[in-house]
């Protein structure tokens, strides 16, 4: 009995490895759909946001608004994504990396159109990570207005560098859902030699995430949904002063201190709040953490109950930026 217990225990485990190592590669069709969807956005991109000069704002308009009204690469995009840089540890997990995070619809308005591709992709398969990895080949718009991007970029002289030098972007994707949840840019060697562009040496960072300019028109024109909703959208103009109530109220509480793209708490997943696009996307999150006390926190990295007063005026304008927004939102869809 004795010896047939343990061979029943030895075929046990054989049983479980083979089962793991079954799960470590995925099934050729399933390898086959990743490859199709990869390849459809790949293509997709080419011609949405073709290769042209970084400086084109024509080109980054028309992209912009592709991508961001009804692409498949945003159809694609999981429901929350994760972007930033590989981490600067060699062989760190993508658990381990400081990365952002945004809702869709910012990645794809804001985000993914500040590069420009070329139709070129590979896909593989990760064991460690137990996701697909898919490369675009693309180059960053390192010429435009300060306006058109999303923030200051140079505030971090070397993220400044490592954007305007990427040759492509690293789509993580969830074999399950077949969603991308993780986006990288970066430089890698053997891409085509078009993905080059001239070193470009941006303004001095004063220190403001937003800015009025010469013309006394607010900055970054995308993060008030400029040339992301219609021009004709009615709720423009409440989208902004229902933030700005917000971020008055968010000052307050703190909130800023924390949620800005220099993310002074170092923060392995920093939500932005800094404009009204990057808000907008977060909003409901934010409601549901500051009705459950769970923001913001003290100097230990410890959560600190919010005062009552300033509780009740982050819950009254967020609702009302809140309700804005789908307003916006379901104007934009026709609802």
């Known amino acids: 009995m004795r010896i047939l217990r343990r061979s029943a225990f030895v075929l046990l485990v054989l049983g479980l490895a083979g089962a793991s190592a079954a799960q470590s590669t995925p099934p050729a069709e399933a390898v086959r759909r990743v490859e199709r969807l990869v390849a459809t956005i790949a293509q997709e991109a080419a011609m949405l946001c073709p290769l042209s000069d970084p400086g084109d704002q024509g080109a980054l308009d ?26 600067p540890v060699a062989g760190a997990r993508l658990k381990d990396t400081n990365l952002t995070q945004f ?49 200051p970029f140079w505030h971090d002289a070397k993220k400044w560098s490592d954007y305007q030098r990427a040759n492509g972007i690293t789509l993580w994707i969830d074999p399950y859902t077949s969603k991308i949840v993780v986006g990288q840019f970066s430089r890698q060697e053997g891409a085509d030699p078009r993905l080059n562009t001239a070193s470009r040496v941006p303004p001095a960072f004063d220190g403001k995430w937003m800015w009025v300019d010469d013309k006394g028109e607010p900055q970054p024109k995308p993060t008030l949904f400029v040339g992301l909703f219609r021009a004709d959208n009615p709720y423009l103009d409440q989208l902004q002063t229902t933030y700005k109530d917000l971020a008055l109220a968010m000052r307050n ?31 409901s999150r934010v409601m549901a953490a500051v009705g459950s006390n769970r923001m913001p926190r003290d100097e230990l990295g410890l959560e600190k109950e919010l005062d009552a007063a300033t509780k009740a005026v982050l819950l009254k304008y967020g609702a009302a930026f809140e309700s804005t927004v789908k307003a916006a939102y379901a104007w934009e869809r026709g609802d």
């Not at 992209?63 to 590989?86: E, H, Q, T």
Request: aromatic share 12%; hydrophobic share 35%; net charge positive.
């Open 62 to 87: 028309r992209c912009r608004v592709a991508l961001f009204k009804d692409s498949y690469f945003k159809r694609s995009l999981a429901r929350i994504v994760l972007w930033g840089r590989p981490s």
């Open 253 to 283: 509480g703190t909130c800023n201190t924390c949620h800005v793209p220099d993310n002074p708490d170092k923060m392995k997943r920093l939500v932005l709040l800094q404009t009204p696009a990057h808000a907008a996307a977060e909003i």
């Open 103 to 151: 809702g869709a619809e910012v990645l794809s308005g804001l985000y993914l159109p500040m590069f420009m591709f070329n139709g070129r992709y590979q896909v593989t398969y990760d064991t460690t990570e137990a996701r697909y990895r898919a490369r675009l080949e693309g180059v960053f718009r390192n010429n435009l207005i300060p306006g058109q991007y999303p923030y």
